[in-house]
């Protein structure tokens, strides 16, 4: 059998992946800004927080870990909305990535902020730094620091993850694909299009990582331009 | 000694980890000015004495006064005044590794004391001369030797211009000859009229600085009295061994 | 609309079934390929370990849920009939087996160097030190990562349904589209994921925490 390959869709529709692509971005930042935010506030919880408040943090986690992403995200625009919480599928989608990210993120910073010693608490104790000061500038860089590989690469799987928002419809980048694909009847072709679109944007992505890793922690820069 | 020229009290100190006694009913006074060297084998409670005196560890009976305010009250306050007062310097350093020289001592004086960034930069100038390392301002702690990260750390608690500074065992992590620089500092400081106790191993230091030497024992003080007296004529046998277990 | 009744819960238990089932071939499939991606990986030959590599980036860089697509589509293309299961399976497979290369290249590399030499030095050939000496102890290294990725697998296995596969994400689709309830349903389908991964999550980190203490 010969197939023959056609791509022609993309010079009428190319601009749908474009905004598509766009919305993935959008959508996706967001969601790692306050996943992260969240995240990062429960692995404190976690590490320097009373059992009263660790235990609900550890269930959350072990939840959202434990279930699948497309599960959460029909929970969300589904049934919350069958409860009277009517939502669009972008915010949705967010509100999904957003639980599903903070709780990745709280077990990778949980093992940063517990590589940080106990002497340099101590140390920023004795200087007279409030436990908030000591957290924001003792404790959370470096903490960063250690775990940030981990963290960059959970960012891209999250990207990669919000394909599945399509599923409710979020006009994001696979959703583009499936009404294109159903309009041409082009289907391997533009699923093709749209894995090189996410393939392009993972590697940007982890670029972007890497760039933003080199300003936050400077001295990482610093030492090794210096050696 | 008066009890208004003590700026350190240490009254009926009990310490216990569990069933473990470290402190048992320790308790001397320290004045203003004075060097105190705390000496004794390890284990004998010396470093867990001056924990407490910096309000890193509660004691379960006993009072703590430095400068009038008693150490371990609850709330922010209580402590605030308490750092306010003390410099502490530990054996590991203990700087902040992502922070430049420079930005490790400035951090406390912005972020505690308020200071505005030109005068917590010419602070920190001013303490990094006394330590000799004024040219490490841009230096990230582990560019530095152990003996030059202590000397930033002893800087760092200087900046914040406490009434007493304590060292504990600041020299342990140190070969010899940066064991010496940071002597030297440390010399240089009770000549400047400084109140400091240290815990320390070294018995040369002790008797070359010191104004008064404590030995602990057994979480006890065994002895205690003015530097050449209490080396020339030791009372106890213990105290005696140690001695000459240390040269 | 149909009123939500215990048979809707039956039929939800059924599914899982089926999740455990693209589970286990997705495994199998990973394993089977990711072996070979892991081998390939730590190769002496730059070819082998570039060609290994790619295939890990490609496969990393792009949604499950796109190789899935293509995997469906694909074989249609290339004429087969579309039986979801095995498109699913392929797509799954695909995606295992480049982190489970990935996992794996970790475990033989963690394996110390001096074994290696220490078997050189025996005369063992390559083949025998892979099958005597390096795979023996860098399986057992591997041994939490891997059931940790299990975790992934079955949760991933929800992807399945885009495709048409009637597993448990889809089925509670179905059970939705004629009861319309959808929080306590897909509560439910959430409770029995849940049910099937926590084990796999706990023995992964009982096995790290055992293999911490005995190292």
């Known amino acids: 059998m010969s197939y023959q390959f056609d791509f022609s869709f993309l010079a009428e529709r190319w601009p749908d992946f474009v905004s598509g692509a766009w919305l993935t971005v959008q959508l996706t930042l967001l969601s790692i800004a306050f996943g992260f935010a969240v995240g990062t506030v429960c692995a404190l919880i976690r590490v320097y927080g009373s059992p009263l408040l660790r235990r609900p943090v550890g269930f959350y986690v072990e939840l959202i870990r434990n279930t699948p992403l497309l599960v959460q995200i029909f929970i969300v625009y589904f049934g919350l909305s069958s409860l009277g919480l009517k939502l669009s599928a972008e915010t949705s989608a967010v509100i999904a990535l957003v639980v599903n990210m903070g709780a990745y993120t709280t077990e990778i910073m949980r093992a940063g902020i517990q590589s940080i010693q106990r002497t340099q608490l101590e140390a920023a104790d004795c200087l007279g730094l409030t436990r908030l000061q000591t957290i924001l500038h003792v404790v959370l860089l470096p903490a960063m620091e250690r775990v940030y590989p981990a963290l960059s690469s959970q960012f891209v799987l999250l990207m990669l993850a919000s394909s599945i928002t399509s599923q409710i419809s979020a006009e994001e980048l696979t959703a583009v694909a499936n009404n294109v694909q159903s309009d041409t009847y082009r289907s391997f072709e533009v699923y093709i299009v749209v894995a090189v679109v996410y393939l392009a944007l993972s590697v940007l992505y982890r670029f972007g990582f890497w760039a933003v890793g080199l300003v936050l922690f400077a001295r990482k820069r610093k030492l090794r331009t210096a050696l | 000694m008066s009890a208004a020229e003590a700026v350190v009290r240490v009254a009926d100190v009990v310490k216990e980890f569990g069933a473990l006694r470290v402190l048992d009913g320790v308790g001397f006074d320290v004045a203003r000015g004075q060097t105190v060297a705390i000496v004794g084998r390890s284990g004998s409670g010396k470093s867990t004495l001056l924990r407490c005196i910096a309000g890193l560890e509660t004691v379960q009976a006993g009072t703590i006064e430095v400068c009038g305010h008693a150490v371990g009250r609850p709330g922010s306050a209580a402590r605030a005044q308490l750092r306010r007062d003390v410099g502490m310097v530990f054996q590991s350093y203990n700087l902040f590794p992502h922070l430049t020289v420079e930005r490790n001592i400035t951090l406390a004086l912005s972020l505690v004391k308020k200071q505005p960034k030109e005068a917590a930069r010419a602070k920190s100038a001013e303490v990094l001369a006394l330590v000799g390392l004024t040219d490490k301002t841009t230096a990230y702690p582990e560019q530095l030797s152990g003996g030059q990260q202590q000397r930033v750390a002893i800087a760092r608690s200087l900046a914040l211009e406490p009434q007493v500074m304590l060292f504990d065992e600041v020299t342990s992590a140190l070969d010899p000859e940066l064991t010496a620089e940071v002597l030297a500092v440390m010399e240089d400081l009770a000549r400047r009229g400084m109140t400091m106790i240290t815990v320390t191993h070294e018995m040369g230091f002790a008797r070359r600085v010191a104004d008064l030497v404590v030995f602990m024992h057994k979480g006890k003080v065994w002895e205690i009295g003015p530097t050449a007296e209490l080396f020339s004529k030791p009372r106890t046998a213990e105290f005696r061994q140690f001695v000459s277990s240390e040269l | ?215």
Not at chain 3, 7 to 27: K, R, V
Not at chain 3, 107 to 130: K, M
Not at chain 3, 185 to 190: G, N, T, Y
Request: a positive charge; aromatic letters at 12%.
């Open chain 3, 1 to 215: 609309m149909i009123q939500l009744n215990a048979n809707h819960f039956i039929y939800l238990l059924m599914a899982a079934e089926w999740t455990l089932l693209l589970s286990l071939i997705a495994f199998a499939g990973g394993a089977l390929v990711g072996l070979p991606v892991a081998l390939m990986r730590v190769s002496r030959f730059a070819a082998l370990r570039i060609l290994a590599s790619g295939y890990i980036q490609l496969i990393q860089g792009t949604p499950l849920l796109i190789i899935l697509f293509l995997s469906y589509f694909g074989l249609g293309i290339l004429g087969f009939k579309l039986a979801p299961l095995v498109a699913a399976g392929l797509g799954l497979t695909l995606y295992a087996a480049a982190f489970l290369g990935e996992i794996w290249r970790g475990c033989i590399e963690a394996v110390p160097r001096t074994q290696w030499e220490a078997s050189d030095c025996l005369g063992l050939n390559r083949f025998h030190q892979y099958a005597y000496v390096v795979l023996p102890q860098a399986m057992r290294i591997a041994i939490p990562p891997t059931v940790g990725f299990m975790v992934q697998i079955v949760k991933n296995t929800s992807l399945a349904s885009v495709i048409g596969f009637v597993e448990l994400a889809r089925a509670g689709q179905i059970v939705n589209n004629s009861t319309f309830e959808p929080f306590v349903i897909f509560c439910a389908v959430a409770a029995i994921y849940f049910a099937m991964c926590y084990p796999l999550s706990l023995a992964a980190r009982h096995l790290e925490r055992k293999a911490h203490v005995g190292r």
